[in-house]
T-cell receptor
Framework: DQQVKQNSPSLSVQEGRISILNCDYT??????FLWYKKYPAEGPTFLIS?????DKNEDGRFTVFLNKSAKHLSLHIVPSQPGDSAVYFC?????????????FGTGTRLKVLA | NAGVTQTPKFQVLKTGQSMTLQCAQD?????MSWYRQDPGMGLRLIHY???????DQGEVPNGYNVSRSTTEDFPLRLLSAAPSQTSVYFC??????????????FGPGTRLLVL
């Protein structure tokens, strides 16, 4: 049973436009959400996170939105750049009692076209 | 700081062979984890440890064994390799809970092929 779902395996966006990556979850106990970025032949690297007490968190070109009632989060990248081409994973955790257990989604491959 | 290191980078095994994937971190992190990445399956947690001497199972523990005798090292053992264990394996480490601040770092991965 997939608790964290990324239903779009791939996404292509023109350089300079907005990229929107989506993630849905089923476990209402999740209260911390993260996005990781992964380039080929490298380990994932942390991008941005949000706790359940917020509905938005920004870091430069990256913004994560959380809709708790819909159990949905999204990552917005504006403007998209060719260097953003990578696989993006969302992950969720139950907070202090489960911080060592991140559940990851299946990933979305983003391709930014120059 | 080297961060999280993994060896080997690539390994080919025959069905039934055993081997150990090494993971080490030099950040004095309490928590360490092993994940496997398969096409269409994302990153799945195999085993994790919250400190030296303490380990627990993740989502897909069968066929794997771990131990944590030191803070720095967290080896993953394949007891009898099967083709279904062909995957890319990532080790990760992080600090204990410090509020909603992400501190997890991943190693570069070990690509394993079981024939």
């Amino acid at each position: 049973d997939q608790q964290v779902k990324q239903n779009s395996p791939s996404l292509s966006v023109q350089e300079g436009r907005i990229s929107i990556l989506n993630c849905d979850y089923t476990n209402s106990m999740f209260d911390y959400f993260l996005w990781y970025k992964k380039y080929p032949a490298e380990g994932p690297t942390f991008l941005i996170s949000i706790s359940s007490i917020k509905d938005k968190n920004e870091d430069g070109r990256f913004t994560v939105f959380l809709n708790k009632s819909a159990k949905h989060l999204s990552l917005h990248i504006v403007p998209s750049q060719p260097g953003d081409s990578a696989v993006y994973f969302c992950a969720a955790s139950e907070g202090p009692s489960g911080t060592y257990k991140y559940i990851f989604g299946t990933g979305t491959r983003l391709k930014v076209l120059a | 700081n080297a961060g999280v290191t993994q060896t080997p980078k690539f390994q080919v095994l025959k069905t039934g062979q055993s081997m150990t994937l090494q993971c080490a971190q030099d950040m004095n992190h309490e928590y360490m984890s092993w994940y496997r990445q398969d096409p269409g399956m994302g990153l799945r947690l195999i085993h994790y440890s919250v400190g030296a001497g303490i380990t627990d199972q993740g989502e897909v523990p069968n066929g794997y064994n771990v131990s944590r005798s030191t803070t720095e090292d967290f080896p993953l053992r394949l007891l009898s390799a099967a083709p279904s264990q062909t995957s890319v394996y990532f080790c990760a480490s992080r600090t204990s809970w410090t509020g909603y601040q992400e501190t997890q770092y991943f190693g570069p991965g070990t690509r394993l092929l079981v024939l």
